[in-house]
């Protein structure tokens, strides 16, 4: 039964008749690749940071019908875009009823589709496949095989009564499967040398020999790969062969700036709202401490105290983000507020969803913990710095100077911290910046959180931490 939306040519001569025309993967996607070019619009979408870096160079690989290597640390989205050429081509696509590898109805190889064509003819039965399930991927592991990715004799097949010889004792590996396909190889440097080599046939010659026959199976295979840096010294190396064979090799980036990893954060973190019997719970975390947040990445990644040949991946800011609002949620429910809004006190979760992502070099055991409050409280300061005038705060400083003390803490309630507004009225200017004009408690709270722990860093204000708990006076 045909797939619901699929052209509805069932045999080799209604496919004929409805003036399909056959063309190689590469010469599909590139004609893909030319209308989106040509109508400005992007290759695919979800990905960002890449419009004037690494985009242009994916065009020009595919428009010029390059097979392509990304390079470049963890996190940085090579699969994702792997994945997304699927959208480059055609939706629908026939091949011969029973194919393990997607045969071309005019041209097949493989001895099934050969035979059924040359008894059938034009009744010869096809099927419709849908440009989803023409992508394959690999994992390069040690372990990975060249049965695994070109094929092997099947035994049971043997045992069957064929003879050794006979082609359809053939059992095809990945890339075969993957033919008139996207066939993607992940970490290609752990990927052992003989059995890269391999690859090597797929990638110039456009075929494969599987051991023991002497048959030439013609693949029509776009390979994509991807690797680290620091594989081609570390871990393992692309054979030289083997890199010469790739059309274009693309270097991929975190983001340059603060802002487009404000935006990939936003777009990959999951919700946090959630449904009790109490009512909705919706949680908001202010702009400022989700700039909060990506600067600490950034700030990440230039800290000679994080092992930078591992990376620091936007998973990192994502899974923060969460983790910041995840602690909001908790407060929330303890609280019984029904719109917590996430504050400085929620930094203090992103020491469990940052130690697993980021590698701390220190002469000292012991200081993982420091450097990361080090960076949190970096990334406070910086924001700060940015987004609170400093003319809006001079009066602050001049009122806890003159005996204002303010007590905050998780475990207070954002009407009780919002109340230090009515105690330090020179504190309402710099909140309204940092609300926009948002009168809620949760909102202001969080905003004199902010207000006072930025003043703290700037070395205006002292803080007496215990526990869950601060108090902030003036220094002198």
Known sequence: MADAGAPSASTLGELKASGWVSRPVKQEVREHAIAKVAAGEPLFAGVQGYEETVM???????????????????????????RSLTGLLDEWMPI????????????????????????????????????????????????TSIADLIGEVDPIKVAEGRYLSDELTLHYGMVPRTNRGIFAMNELPDLAERIQVGLLNVLEERDVQIRGYKIRLPLDVMLMASANPEDYTNRGRIITPLKDRF????????????????????QEAASLDVDTPNGAIKVTVPDYLTEVVATFSHLARSSNQVNQRSGVSVRLSVSNYEAMAAN?????????????????????????????????????????????ESLIKGAVLTVFKDTVPPEHTRAVVDAFEEGAVAHTGESMTSAELAAVVEQVDALRAPVAVLTGGDESPASVAAAVEFILEGLH????????????????????
């Open 328 to 372: 909001a949620l908790r407060r929330g429910l303890r609280s019984g507020e029904t719109s917590p809004v996430a504050r400085v006190d929620d930094l203090g979760a992103l020491a469990a969803s940052s130690m697993g992502k980021i590698e701390i070099e220190s002469i000292e055991e012991g200081r993982d913990g420091v450097i990361m």
């Open 457 to 476: 860093l700037s070395k205006r204000l002292n803080k007496d931490a215990s526990g869950e708990s601060a108090t902030y006076r003036g220094r002198t």
């Open 247 to 266: 059309g274009s090799q693309i270097r991929t980036h975190y983001p340059l700036d603060v802002r487009t990893e404000i935006d990939i954060m936003l």
């Open 96 to 143: 011969i009823a029973g194919s393990e590898i997607n045969d071309d109805p005019y041209h097949p190889v493989s001895k099934h589709s050969r035979d059924l064509v040359a008894e059938l003819g034009d009744d010869a039965p096809i099927d419709w496949v849908h440009r989803d399930t023409r992508y394959g991927e690999k994992l390069a592991t040690p372990d």
């Open 56 to 82: 242009p160079q994916l065009e020009n690989a595919l428009l010029a019908g390059h097979d392509v290597v990304f390079l470049g640390e963890r996190g940085q989205a090579k699969t994702r875009m792997i």
